[in-house]
């Protein structure tokens, strides 16, 4: 194929349509940065939409994006059928000549052999660390990832830590991978003023100065680590500052709630999902953010509170020390004592915090979506 003619991209679109959560956000943001940049080639993602269901709202409005439905089997009957290994190729389905088929989502479906599919996986967290992930989702993933790797001419991940781990674990994936990091959208995150801060903080019930944390509760994100650090800071700064906890409930929470419930009687706020557009003012509203997080394949939140101009204690493991370089706090995620040490250390030090604000933000801008966008778009044109 003539790689000056347009090209015909379709994308795997499910995960655009339900509450969007890592995944999700990340295909969303690519793909609007591509369809700004790229006017040439014909993008249009599908998705499954069973008959009688009202189409929902295109996520991505732009003149070279389409939406493309199958109404005729709903979703969770194609995942039987691919679970039971029956072929039924998506390229059949769907109808109508491809250039490249991308799945955005670790796993690849079927498709012709003559089809050119590109994939997109995260990490490798389910084989790195099994007991954070859910059993159905785990063995899901260890039955399909391998063959995606198998099928898939390029695989994209999200960083070096990521591609590292693929390739450890996937051999085959040795001279495929090409990482297109996430970044956050500076027209949105950055350091908000104290008006739309007030607003945001109010809606939430937060009267006081207040160390955040932003993502699901569950074992993964060393919420329970949180929760000890900041029960053990003195009692001046327990007093005077509030802990945020935002986000939804994980999976495996019984201990987390449990750990809530003991420490009742301390200033522990849960906002439950936050809307998108209330996160930056939360972020810059908070003297600190932590993130001890026993694993991240690139670790968002960090990156979000950065820009938004908000100090960060992170954990040194995985992707995060790729994100945060050297504007924030670096801690083992497995000892508490030092992340209720380094909370201290920053609402202690009005001159510490200006400084890692200062390089959070210059940090924060190494990140952009119009690079990533700009570097799958060569990806895509030097397709022959």
């Known amino acids: 194929m003539n790689h000056k003619s347009s090209k015909k991209i379709l994308i795997e679109g499910n995960s655009l349509f339900q509450k969007r959560t890592g995944v999700g956000q990340y295909t969303k943001r690519l793909f609007e940065s591509l369809a700004r940049l790229d006017k040439k080639n014909k993008y249009t993602f599908f998705a499954f939409l069973f008959a009688g269901k009202k189409l929902p709202q295109d996520p991505i409005k732009a003149n070279n994006v389409n939406y493309q439905y199958v109404r005729y089997i709903p979703g969770r009957v194609y995942n039987k059928i691919l679970k039971a290994k029956i072929n039924l190729k998506i390229d059949k389905i769907l109808g109508g000549n491809t250039d490249l088929f991308i799945f955005p989502n ?10 050119r599919v590109w994939s997109i996986i995260y990490d490798a967290s389910y084989l790195e660390h099994p007991e954070y992930s859910d059993k159905k989702n785990r063995d899901y993933l260890i039955k399909f990832v391998g063959k995606t790797v198998e099928r ?190 380094s909370i201290e250390k920053v609402i202690s030090s009005k001159k510490l915090q200006n400084e890692m604000i200062k390089k959070g933000i210059v940090q924060a801008k190494k990140f952009s979506w119009e690079e990533s966008a700009k570097k799958l778009y060569e990806l895509i044109q030097s397709i022959e």
């Open 106 to 115: 670790f796993v690849a479906w079927p498709t012709s052999k003559s089809a």
């Open 152 to 341: 898939s001419e390029k695989i994209i991940t999200i960083s070096q830590n990521a591609k590292k781990e693929i390739e450890n674990h996937y051999p085959l994936s040795k001279n495929k991978i090409e990482i297109i990091s996430p970044a956050v959208d500076y027209k949105e995150y950055f350091p908000k003023n104290k008006t739309e801060v007030t607003k945001v903080i109010n809606k939430y019930g937060i009267d006081k100065n207040y160390i955040l944390y932003t993502g699901t509760l569950e074992p993964r994100k060393n919420i329970l680590g949180i929760l000890e650090g900041y029960s053990a800071l003195p009692k001046n700064i327990l007093s005077s500052y509030t802990l945020v906890l935002a986000g939804g409930k994980g999976w495996l929470d019984e201990e987390i709630e449990e750990k809530l419930a003991e420490l009742k009687e301390l200033n522990i706020i849960r906002t439950g999902y936050v809307a998108d557009e209330d996160l930056p003012a939360l972020y810059s509203g908070a003297t600190v953010f932590v993130y001890p997080s026993f694993y991240e394949g690139f670790g968002m939140p960090p990156l979000e509170a950065m820009a938004c101009g908000t100090p960060v204690i992170t954990s040194n493991n995985s992707s995060l020390p790729e994100v945060v370089g050297e504007a924030g706090i670096m801690i083992d995620a497995k000892d508490t004592g030092a992340l209720t040490k």
